[in-house]
């Protein structure tokens, strides 16, 4: 189990909050696992969640995850990402 569970939200144009889908929060962390080594600790755990360790650097994190769903057309114009520590249920 990793140290801090982060919650990962695309905001519409309107500023809905979704939680992005597992399928584009493991698409980035496949990628990181062999080409950025700050991002290795990071465990797509559900929609909107993912497990990191205490290494991964959050200020880092959001802007590398926005770009890559840029690139990957998952984030459209308008729309922004927000990736932030949520707090553990027990």
Not at 61 to 82: H, I, N, S, V
Request: proline share 4%; aromatic share 10%.
């Amino acid at each position: 189990m990793f140290a801090r569970r982060l919650s990962v939200q695309r905001i519409d144009a309107a500023g809905e909050r979704h939680a992005c889908p597992i399928r584009w929060i493991d698409n980035f962390a496949m990628r990181n696992f062999t080409n950025d080594a700050d991002f290795d600790d990071t465990f797509p755990a559900a929609d909107g969640v993912l497990e990191a360790g205490h290494r991964v650097p959050l200020d880092r994190l959001q802007p590398a995850m926005e770009d890559w769903f840029r690139r990957k057309g998952y984030l459209k114009t308008g729309e922004r990402l927000e990736v932030i520590e949520a707090t553990r249920q027990a």
